[in-house]
Every structure is written in structure tokens, then in C-alpha cells.
């Protein structure tokens, strides 16, 4: 019977926006015959007054023949009139929801325009990243919408209220920057992620994303407009990336075709020891950091720093206090801000170092494991963008300023919070993932906390694909 009553309903659907008759008038009506909008007029009247633009594909509501061909409808609250030359009949009610002309968004490349609404469907057609589709309306987890003629499906996951801006570029935010940061030579990559970064509909993390921008994909118009964002172009939409995440050189996936011995070391650089694994592999402000993680008798660790044409300029080598075990005794994460970027170095023993990145090799600061830290088991890092780098090994998470200042330590005695593996960030809180269900390959346990170190939550669940990358 589901299945009888989706064709029922496509069936229906189908028939929106179909041709009007001559002097018919429906309930619904779909904007047509015209370029991008029609005028929604305060009287039937072409000399009344605008009240608002409304745009090819819209639906309007309530409509009824007024007088001078035009038609009295309703559309976002407003109620006016529009010449009935510019509207379709459909077979819609009143009661239907329609939430505007939508544009796919919140994709790589494209989405899928599905026949049905849920399992079993058919793809009548790949919607490209930015497109508009008209005569929506909603349908619980889908959006029945017109592609180029077609009706179809869409998930409402990949959706939103159309933003026609979004494809021009905002000479405003452009004039506003101008001169307050370098000129920028297009076009820039994506990097220091392991598989997508996001377009943003403003200079802001929360706002709307427009696109996943994948590792290594290529942006154009690029223009700096805050310390945090860059202003830019992908797949035909404007809209800003962090700084942190584009590099104008582009970087290979190291994971692919790249391992520590086929990076050139300086000159008085001994053999390291190839039983390890990369462990980082980023770029900033034009230097690349490589670091590898090794073990013979005792866990060491090396990094080094590289210019554009990858010559090295300087290095770090350093060997736990510890014995070899299970216990993970290194570690380095890129901290810092984006215009002041760290390599942040963790031994055993010894603490952490934040070195700057850049020509010469200088530290910003040194915090002793001895102050108050006590890491007794395998440590997890994760630098936020701000700036506070987090850490947790066992229940114990802790935040260090970007000035190296220990600003609190919360111990949780939570016997599910082991051998934490991955540190991520939410808008407003702090996920911490813990290697505690081994049996389970792609599951793991979390802990949720506040950015003042209050336990919000713990639970289980899959693993992030950024700790799987690990």
C-alpha cells in the first residue's frame, strides 16, 4: 500500500505547474513567462507600488481573477497582485507546505533527483552544487522541486532557500578587505584536512554551508577578508573558507605517493628510523611541517620545516623518557592562530614546546609536564582554531592557551574514557573519542564537553572519519 500511495503522490505531483487554461485560475499558482521575476504589486495596477519580487518557479497562495488580468495572491505574508500572464494553474492546495525556490547546496558536485521519495527510487538526474530548483514543497525528509522541467525528489539535506547572490561575487566584502591584507595569487588548494572543508554562506562558522570543498580541489577569486576567512569561488558559488585550510601551493596527499625517506633532511641530519609512521603533514604561511613518529629502544619523533621549494630549514628530534609500550609517548599538532601558527611538540617526560613556524626555528613557549599535568597514559591533541590547545589521556581533559598557559584540568572518573585516540570541535563544545570498544573496529566511545571543561555528555558511537584517517 506505501508503495501504491508514492506513485499516487508522484502522480499528483506531477501535475503541478502544468499550462493554465485560458481564464482558469487555481488555488496554487507557479510564476512562468518571465526572465527571473515578476512584480508582486500593491493593486491591480501596474502603477501601484512594488511590494515585492517574486521569482520564476515560485508558488503563490490563495489566488483569485481581479480586475485588468491581473490575479490576487499571497506569498511569504505578503498579499498583492500579479499580472495573470505570469502565473501557471497547479493542483495544489493551500494547506501544502512550499518553502520557496530552493539551491543545492551542502555537496562536492551534485545530488541526486530521485523519481521517489525513499528506498527504491529511480535518479532521474544529477542536480549540480548550486543549482535552483522551483515549485517546491516539502515532503518530510524530501523536497519535491522542478529541475530543468523535471519533478523529482531531493533529500532536504541538500537543500536551502535559494540565495541568487550567492553566484555573483560581493564586490562589497571585496572593497571592504581591499588593502588590509596581501593581494592573493589565484587560484588556492585545499589542505590541513583529511577529506573536505566547508564553503560558508558568510564570514562565519555558523552560518549556512553552501559546499564540502574537497582535499586538494581548487578555489579561484580568492580575496582575504578578516584574519579567519578567505573570500572565494567553487562550483559556480561565492563564499568564504578559513584561512587555515587554502594554501596557494598545491599539496599532494601525503598518504598516497609520499613517505618520510623521500624528503630531503639538512645536511648533519643522522638516519632516522623508518619502523614509524607520518604523523603530520601540513602547510602554513607558505612552510610545510613533516613530522614522523618512530620506535627502537625508546619512541622518538622528528619534524622538519620546509620552504616553497622544499628546502629544508630546520629540524626537531626528540626521545621519550619513557620505556617502549602500548602507551603512545609523542605527539605534535599544528596550534596557534592563523596568522601566528605553531608547531606544538609533546615528549614524555619533558612536556610541551610550541615552536613558530617560519625560517628560523625559535620557541613561543615551554609548559612542563610537572605543572600540575601528570599525563599518565596515552596523550590526544587537538588545537582549536582560536588558538586553546585541548588534551586528554585517560578521564582527564585540559585546555593551555595560545600562550602556553595551563587554564584548567577536569577529571572526569569515568572508567569508559581510555586511550583517547581524537580530539574534534563543534560549535560550541568539545568531542573527545576514546579507542575504548577495540573489539569493534568502527566504533568508539565519546565524551562531550563544554569549552570550560564541564562533562556534557559520554556515549558511544562511529568512529569520525578523521580519526579513522589515523
Given at each position: 500500500m506505501k508503495r501504491i500511495a508514492l506513485f499516487l503522490l508522484a502522480a499528483l505531483l506531477l501535475a503541478i505547474c502544468t499550462p493554465s487554461l485560458a481564464d482558469g485560475v487555481s488555488e496554487v499558482m507557479c510564476v512562468t513567462n518571465c526572465e527571473e521575476w515578476v512584480s508582486l504589486r500593491e493593486g491591480p495596477d501596474t502603477a501601484t507600488k512594488r511590494l515585492a519580487q517574486v521569482r520564476l518557479g515560485e508558488l503563490v497562495i490563495h489566488c483569485s481573477a481581479a480586475e485588468n488580468d491581473f490575479i490576487r495572491c499571497e506569498i511569504g505574508g505578503k498579499t498583492g497582485y500579479i499580472r495573470s500572464q505570469y502565473l501557471k494553474k497547479t493542483s495544489f492546495s493551500s494547506s501544502e507546505s512550499f518553502p520557496g525556490n530552493q539551491m543545492v547546496v551542502n555537496c562536492t558536485e551534485w545530488v541526486s533527483?530521485?523519481?521517489?521519495?525513499?528506498?527504491?527510487?529511480?535518479?532521474?538526474?544529477?542536480?549540480?552544487?548550486?543549482?535552483?530548483?522551483?515549485?517546491?514543497?516539502?515532503?518530510?525528509?524530501?523536497?519535491?522541486?522542478?529541475?530543468?522541467?523535471?519533478?523529482?525528489?531531493?533529500?532536504?539535506?541538500?537543500?536551502?532557500?535559494?540565495?541568487?547572490?550567492?553566484?555573483?561575487?560581493?564586490?562589497?566584502?571585496?572593497?571592504?578587505?581591499?588593502?588590509?591584507?596581501?593581494?592573493?595569487?589565484?587560484?588556492?588548494?585545499?589542505?590541513?584536512?583529511?577529506?573536505?572543508?566547508?564553503?560558508?554562506?558568510?564570514?562565519?562558522?555558523?552560518?549556512?554551508?553552501?559546499?564540502?570543498?574537497?582535499?586538494?580541489?581548487?578555489?579561484?577569486?580568492?580575496?582575504?577578508v578578516s584574519d579567519a576567512f578567505i573570500y572565494c569561488r567553487f562550483g559556480g558559488l561565492w563564499g568564504y573558507i578559513r584561512t587555515e585550510y587554502l594554501s596557494v601551493t598545491e599539496v599532494d596527499d601525503p598518504e598516497a605517493d609520499l613517505t618520510f625517506d623521500d624528503l630531503p633532511y639538512l645536511p648533519d641530519f643522522e638516519s632516522f628510523c623508518t619502523v614509524g609512521y607520518l604523523l603530520l603533514y601540513e602547510t602554513h604561511q607558505g612552510y610545510t611541517i613533516v613530522a614522523s613518529r618512530c620506535y627502537t629502544d625508546r619512541e622518538e619523533m622528528m619534524a622538519v620545516c620546509y620552504d616553497l621549494e622544499w628546502k629544508p630549514l630546520w629540524q626537531l628530534r626528540g626521545v621519550s623518557m619513557g620505556e617502549v609500550s602500548d602507551v603512545v609517548q609523542t605527539d605534535a599538532v599544528i596550534g596557534g592562530t592563523t596568522e601566528k601558527p605553531l608547531l606544538i611538540w609533546y615528549i614524555k617526560g619533558l612536556g610541551f614546546t610550541a615552536y613558530r613556524i617560519g625560517p628560523n626555528l625559535s620557541a613561543a613557549w615551554i609548559l612542563p609536564e610537572s605543572q600540575a599535568l601528570d599525563i599518565r597514559n596515552t596523550l590526544c591533541m587537538g588545537a582549536h582554531w582560536d588558538g586553546t590547545l585541548y588534551g586528554a589521556f585517560d578521564d582527564v581533559l585540559f585546555a593551555v592557551s595560545k600562550d602556553g598557559e595551563l587554564l584548567w584540568k577536569t577529571v572526569c572518573d569515568k572508567p569508559e574514557m581510555i586511550f583517547p585516540v581524537w580530539i574534534d570541535f563543534g560549535e560550541a563544545d568539545i568531542w573527545v573519542y576514546y579507542d575504548n570498544q577495540p573489539e569493534t573496529v568502527d566504533m568508539a566511545g565519546f565524551a562531550r564537553f563544554s569549552p570550560d571543561g564541564k562533562l556534557l555528555e559520554t556515549g558511544s558511537g562511529a568512529w569520525p572519519d578523521a580519526a579513522l584517517a589515523e
Open positions: 533527483l530521485w523519481d521517489l521519495p525513499g528506498e527504491g527510487a529511480k535518479r532521474l538526474a544529477k542536480v549540480p552544487l548550486g543549482a535552483i530548483v522551483t515549485a517546491c514543497v516539502s515532503t518530510e525528509e524530501y523536497v519535491s522541486c522542478v529541475y530543468k522541467g523535471q519533478r523529482g525528489y531531493i533529500s532536504s539535506a541538500y537543500l536551502k532557500k535559494a540565495n541568487y547572490t550567492a553566484a555573483k561575487r560581493d564586490e562589497k566584502a571585496v572593497s571592504a578587505a581591499e588593502g588590509k591584507y596581501p593581494a592573493i595569487t589565484d587560484p588556492m588548494y585545499v589542505v590541513n584536512c583529511n577529506e573536505w572543508v566547508s564553503l560558508w554562506e558568510k564570514a562565519s562558522a555558523s552560518s549556512a554551508r553552501l559546499a564540502k570543498v574537497p582535499l586538494g580541489a581548487s578555489v579561484d577569486g580568492c580575496v582575504q
